[in-house]
């Protein structure tokens, strides 16, 4: 039986997680949902042992920059296939231009993040980099019902992002097509404003949008106002070529349609 450790059992691997028991694979992971506890020296070297697959979304460390699975369980990890959970953030700011997998990395302010991408890439995993990930349960709906969605007037600003289901499948596709080692964006086709994404969940609502604000104005968290310094596109060629993969939910529109549909 094929056998996947996850380091890190959240949002997304999550729904990995789930697809692959559906596919008859024997799941363990870290994590809060997980069964097996990160810091159990015994319990992890023994589920990495008989693992045929093993992916870590766990981010580096917000202190140390160090990435916890490598600095931790790095000498534990054998012949397997390995994956990793990165962000699109390393590649910084683009001014709105495209970003493929060839695109210089870690000049933006996720230096750490880079680092820890570099150091998979270099064990040889399959790394995934992830924009801005939506889903059922985590998307602008629920920000529109707490009062924390905005519309900042940022003309040309855009951003991509990514259904969780389209994540799970282009993992999918990583281990059943024999994808080789390297980097795969998964992206959706068309990045485009958080305004647009905002206006349609609001269509889609029935009601009217937040007022559009300057960025002064909707007084933004640290964190969200580095989401808005940094404006760039990212292709999604590299996977569609060497994955077979197609995004089923190419565009926001389709995205938030079928998350109102589920409601």
Do not use: C
């Not at 559906?22 to 020296?41: C, I, L, M, P």
């Not at 080789?180 to 889609?204: F, I």
């Amino acid at each position: 039986m094929a056998r996947l450790f996850i380091f890190g059992l959240g949002y997304t691997a999550g729904r990995f997680a789930q697809e692959m028991r559906a596919k008859g694979w024997h799941v363990d992971a870290t994590g809060s949902a997980g069964n097996v506890e990160f810091s159990d020296r015994g319990a992890v070297e023994k589920a990495l042992a008989s693992a045929t697959h093993v992916l870590s979304s766990v981010p580096p460390d917000r202190e140390s920059g160090l990435d916890p699975v490598l600095s931790t369980y790095r000498n534990q990890m054998g012949e397997a296939w390995y994956g990793y959970l990165s962000s699109t953030g390393v590649y910084g700011d683009a001014a709105g231009a495209w970003v493929d997998e060839t695109s210089p990395t870690g000049k933006g302010r996720r230096t750490a993040r880079s680092e820890a991408d570099a150091l998979w890439l270099r064990l040889g995993a399959r790394v995934f980099r992830l924009p801005g990930i939506y889903g059922p349960g985590r998307s602008i709906f629920e920000r529109i019902e707490a009062g924390k969605a905005h519309r900042i007037d940022l003309p040309g600003q855009v951003f991509s992002r990514v259904h969780v289901d389209d994540i799970v499948a282009g993992l999918v596709a990583a281990i059943e097509s024999g994808a080789p080692a390297g980097a795969y964006n998964l992206a959706d086709d068309l990045p485009t404003s958080q305004n647009a994404v905002v206006e349609e969940a609001a269509r889609l609502l029935g009601i009217d949008p937040p007022p559009l604000q300057t960025i002064e104005e909707a007084d933004l968290s640290p964190m969200a106002r580095g989401f808005y310094a940094e404006n760039r596109r990212v292709a999604n060629g590299k996977a569609k070529r060497i994955l077979g993969w197609e995004p089923e939910y190419p565009t926001y529109r389709e995205g938030l349609a079928a998350i109102r549909a589920q409601a």
